[in-house]
């Protein structure tokens, strides 16, 4: 019997994670240097780890309340307000969740209804359109362009808004662009979300991860924002914290309670030794985020020259780990440069149109790897672009 009619449409309806077809295909294959998974290369600081280690000790193994530990919360809040100079309550308007994946999925199920259109600026990290759907909203992609280094605008957003239109979902700085949005950008997006009566789900997980002159605009900060905001973030990016599975969302306590509900009927709550190396993250893990930081930096100089040198167009990233470059001049696909990259040279990437239509003639390069692998790659990408570039 095929049991292929009985599962859910909406499941049905999504398409498997553009990213991973590529990297089963590299799991087969020997010497191969992967530019494709965004995860830090870093393993989680020490101290951060040895604090879960001491609560094992100490036998802190049980469940913590569905939103999570208040000493955690609290922190979080203290971060917001130190760098955004925005006030939350950590008793009503913070959740910790199962990563931001799971936040984001919180956040849709909470407000999308069947029908609900959902704007996203395009390209955009691969879950967005999916978790829509399962939400039973309809994704509506928005290009954004190189010309503009992928930044969202006003102008682009009204070509798509409808009466359906109910939530705006951004995610900045961007994956897998590398995009920055500036504050005054920002307050044009604020501007129309609000003269739209728009819900705003802001995901700023890589909002410590910004390079050179650019800063990072919490969008909850903004005028007016904070109380149409569903802000997520987390510890995965910054803190080297991938596996703990680790995030938050804050958001008006309304959104907050009917977030919780879900999230105690799915997860109950995030695992209480990954909340307790978070607190210690926040309270002393900056010294060595801001080193992964600066390392990263280095590595984006390195792989931004790499590009451009080999004839490829490239903007210059200012945020996340993520380089963009167009190889449009190869004559390939996105799809085709992939895959014959990867089985003629060994470097493993992503193809831009996995992040929406926009991203076609693009490929995504993570530069969370050693300068070691990225100059090896640039070499063989080099080798592989002279042959095919116009």
């Given at each position: ?30 010497d191969v240097i992967s530019l494709g998974v965004g995860e830090p290369d870093f393993i989680t600081p020490w101290h951060i ?283 390939l696909s996105s799809e085709e440069f992939a895959e014959q990259l990867l ?48």
């Amino acid at each position: 019997m095929s049991w292929s009619k009985r599962i859910s449409p909406s499941v049905n309806a999504i398409a498997p994670s553009g990213i991973r077809r590529f990297f089963d295909i590299a799991a087969e294959m020997e010497d191969v240097i992967s530019l494709g998974v965004g995860e830090p290369d870093f393993i989680t600081p020490w101290h951060i780890r040895e604090s879960c280690v001491y609560g094992l000790e100490q036998g802190y193994t049980a469940y913590t309340a569905n939103r999570g530990l208040l000493e955690l919360r609290e922190e979080i809040v203290r971060l917001l307000l130190r760098d955004h100079q925005v006030s939350y309550d950590p008793k009503k308007e913070v959740l910790i969740t199962v990563g931001v994946s799971e936040a984001l999925d919180l956040a849709l199920r909470t407000v999308v209804s069947p029908g609900d259109e959902v704007l996203i600026p395009e390209p955009c990290y691969v879950s967005y359109k999916a978790c829509v759907t399962l939400a039973g909203g309809n994704p509506i992609g928005v290009p954004t362009s190189i010309e503009n280094e992928f930044r969202i605008t006003v102008e682009d957003l009204e070509k798509h808004l409808t009466p359906k239109t109910k939530v705006l979902l951004i995610g900045y700085p961007n994956n897998p662009t590398g995009a920055v949005m500036t504050k005054e950008g920002l307050l044009e997006i604020a501007k129309f979300a609000e003269a739209h009566d728009l819900i705003v789900i802001s995901d700023e997980i890589y909002s410590n991860l910004v390079y050179g002159d650019a800063v990072h605009t919490c969008f909850s900060a903004l005028p007016n924002m904070q109380d149409r905001t569903i802000l997520l973030n987390g510890f995965s990016k910054s803190y080297a914290m991938t596996g703990w599975r680790i995030g938050y969302a804050l958001a008006n306590p309304e959104f907050i309670s009917a977030m919780t509900k879900i999230h105690q009927y799915t997860m109950l709550c995030a695992p209480i030794t990954a909340q307790i190396a978070a607190v210690e993250a926040l309270r002393h893990g900056e010294s060595n985020m801001k080193k992964m930081v600066a390392e990263y930096d280095r590595r984006r100089h390195l792989i931004l020259d790499g590009m451009r040198n080999m004839g490829l167009e490239c903007f210059e990233p200012k945020g996340a780990f993520y380089i963009f470059p167009c190889i449009k001049n190869t004559g390939l696909s996105s799809e085709e440069f992939a895959e014959q990259l990867l089985r003629s040279e060994r470097v493993a990437l992503v193809p831009g149109n996995a992040f929406g239509e926009s991203g076609e003639g693009f490929v995504r390069c993570s530069y969370a790897t050693s300068v070691s692998k990225i100059s090896e790659a640039l070499n063989r990408i080099e080798n592989f672009v002279k042959k095919h570039i116009r």
